[in-house]
């Protein structure tokens, strides 16, 4: 039995949504899949209403995919079991991975923090391996896809063939390629990769027009973008995100809170314990999930562990107060990062028509609060923040079925340019430029009378080509014979 709750609670918030999207055909069965870092959505059209399905235990699914001694491949809620008995062979952070090369600097820093083994697979990419087996990101994530597939289908009673998925704005194009050929591996026809902020503004009532202002803070990165939404076109006027903020780094600030009382009451440092360590870890994001819906909470761990006077217990109670305290480098983080968005959108805070709030941490009464006080506007309540991806993913596709009109303008996500002499990245088209689009810039050859030249083309943002995507390589033959400057 799928969770019913709240499948009702979004017949009333769609409603308005629901108007110009109606005519879908059973037929036409489409899901909007949001694929996340800690756990992934899916929403599909249930008697002509967006809805979102979730687990039997009624929740979203956790991105994690296992594998056991049989060699049976675990998704999800038991997945997530079994990395608390065999954290080496439960793989977590799948999003992280997607895309990426084995020596990126984000892939190396994630082989130090998970337990479970990070390769180099097929074209350098990351690989993971357990129980003698090794497994691409897309794979993993193609698992997520195809049990939250047959999840529709379950409920639907009838096959689901077509999908719109969303991604972080900030994946680049390699990255958006694996995740559309993980969509397909797990039997859909994927007829989009959205950008996650773009279709949750989908899912506000005001989608007629205006600047939204689309805040997340998930599992994976804080982002934040202006749009602009006008006859029907999205426009992303600025973006900014930080790939080292998420929910998990609130948590640690409660586990470095606990470890230090700890310290005062029986002078032992537990930070070296793995076991207590994950005890207080599992503590912290629940004192945080509690602290969102009440004013206090009491913290309490038994048995941790010995120490010269005893058994180490914790018996804490922890106020909102102290919480954000505790917190406030963060938040500080966060406003930094939304004025320069703002300065960058060339829109000063009262511009803003809307505030949407994506993701868990967005319950936090902190984050709710820095983003009134900054917008000067309170987030749109009729969008859930767990929801509103997977939700806008699926209004996209109805759109794109329907083909009454095309929401999002196709946009280059990042800058793209070619290398330099000695390594440098000349910047030739600017990220968030109209596809298509055309531009120019004069960049004389490094030698004298080149026969030919091989122009390596990148993507991103970095001034280092090399910490930029190679796309591909250019060879310019026939070149007439000229001094530097003059090619
Ligand atoms: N009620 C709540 N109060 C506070 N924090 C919450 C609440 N619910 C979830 N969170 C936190 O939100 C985070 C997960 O958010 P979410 O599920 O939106 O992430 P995700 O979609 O997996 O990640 P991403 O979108 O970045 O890839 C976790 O840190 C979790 O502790
Ligand atoms: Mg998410």
Request: hydrophobic letters at 40%.
């Amino acid at each position: 039995m799928l969770a019913q709750k709240s499948v009702h609670t979004w017949v009333q918030r769609c409603a308005y949504a629901v108007r110009a999207f109606s005519n879908i055909r059973h037929g036409d069965d489409i899901v909007g899949i949001d694929f996340g870092t800690s756990k992934s959505r899916l929403a599909i059209m249930d008697a002509e209403v967006p809805t979102l399905l979730e687990t039997e235990s009624g929740q979203a699914v956790p991105s994690f995919v296992a594998i056991d001694d049989e060699k049976k491949i675990l998704v999800g809620q038991v997945a997530n079991y079994h990395a608390i008995g065999y954290p080496a062979d439960s793989f977590f952070n799948i999003k992280t991975l997607l895309g990426r090369k084995f020596h990126d600097s984000q892939i190396q820093e994630l082989k130090t923090k998970v337990p479970f083994k990070i390769i180099e697979g097929s074209n350098s990419e990351a690989w993971v391996e357990a129980c003698n087996e090794q497994f691409s990101p897309t794979k993993l994530c193609a698992f997520i896809i195809d049990k939250m597939k047959r999840m529709a289908e379950s409920y639907l009673g009838r096959s689901v063939s077509k999908a719109v998925i969303a991604a972080p704005i900030y994946f680049n194009d390699a990255q958006k390629k694996e995740l559309e050929l993980a969509g397909k591996i797990a039997g859909l026809d994927v007829l989009g990769i959205v950008d996650e902020p773009v279709v949750a503004a989908l899912s506000s009532k005001n989608i007629d027009g205006g600047i939204f202002a689309v805040f997340s803070l998930g599992g994976g990165t804080f982002n934040i973008s202006i749009l602009e939404i006008s006859a029907g076109v999205v426009e992303v006027k600025a973006k900014e995100s930080d790939s080292s903020l998420r929910g998990e780094d609130f948590d640690l600030v409660l586990v470095e809170y606990m470890v230090e009382e700890i310290r005062k009451v029986y002078s032992v440092d537990v930070s070296g314990d793995r076991v207590v360590m994950g005890r207080l870890k599992e503590a912290a994001e629940k004192a945080k999930l509690e602290l969102s819906s009440s004013c206090e909470t009491w913290i309490d761990l038994p048995y941790l562990t010995g120490s010269e006077c005893g058994s180490v217990h914790l018996n804490i109670t922890l106020s909102v107060s102290k919480f954000e305290e505790l917190v406030e480098f963060l938040i500080e983080r966060i406003r930094k990062l939304c004025q320069k968005c703002l300065e960058a959108a060339h829109v000063d805070e009262q511009g803003i028509d809307e505030v949407i709030l994506v993701g868990g941490m967005a319950r936090v009464r902190q984050v709710q609060h820095i983003v009134e006080e900054i917008f000067m506007k309170s987030p749109c309540m009729q969008v859930n923040p767990e929801e509103a991806v997977a939700i806008g993913a699926l209004l996209q596709g109805a759109l794109i079925i329907e083909d009454r009109r095309k929401l999002s303008c196709h946009l280059i996500p990042l800058s793209l340019g070619i290398e330099t002499l000695g390594g440098g990245f000349a910047r030739i088209i600017d990220r968030h430029s109209v596809i298509p689009c055309m531009a120019s810039r004069n960049i004389a050859s490094p030698m004298d009378y080149p026969d030919s030249l091989s122009i390596r083309i990148l993507q991103g943002e970095h001034q280092i080509a090399s910490r930029n995507d190679l796309l591909g390589e250019l060879k310019v033959t026939g070149i007439p014979r000229a001094p530097s400057r003059c090619v």
